[in-house]
């Protein structure tokens, strides 16, 4: 279900994570920083030693992909010599 939430400044969300691994975050969301900066938060549970759970969080800059080293940064033209015939300009 597609939905228009927005989370505002000062505050966050997290939501449920199906895992696949015992190592990954019970629980992945975002939060805004009260200058509008948003991060990934990433939640774990995990057992005290004196029964019961706490959380553990990890807040980090977004994921963004990095191009490979040998792909054209977006955007750019590929060189002459390297564009097939068909894509010319006649």
């Given at each position: 279900m597609a939905t228009d939430y927005q989370v505002k400044a000062g505050q966050g969300s997290a939501f449920p994570k199906q895992k696949t691994k015992d190592t990954q975050p019970?629980?992945?969301g975002e939060i805004v920083t009260p200058s509008?900066?948003?991060l990934e938060v990433s939640i774990w549970k995990k057992p005290m030693r004196?029964?019961?759970?706490?959380?553990s969080f990890s807040i980090k800059p977004p994921f963004v992909p990095q191009p490979k080293q040998n792909d054209p940064?977006?955007?750019e033209d590929m060189p002459?010599?390297?564009v097939p015939d068909f894509l010319?300009?006649?």
């Open positions: 019970d629980f992945q509008g900066e948003k004196s029964g019961g759970e706490f959380l940064p977006h955007g002459e010599d390297d010319k300009k006649q």
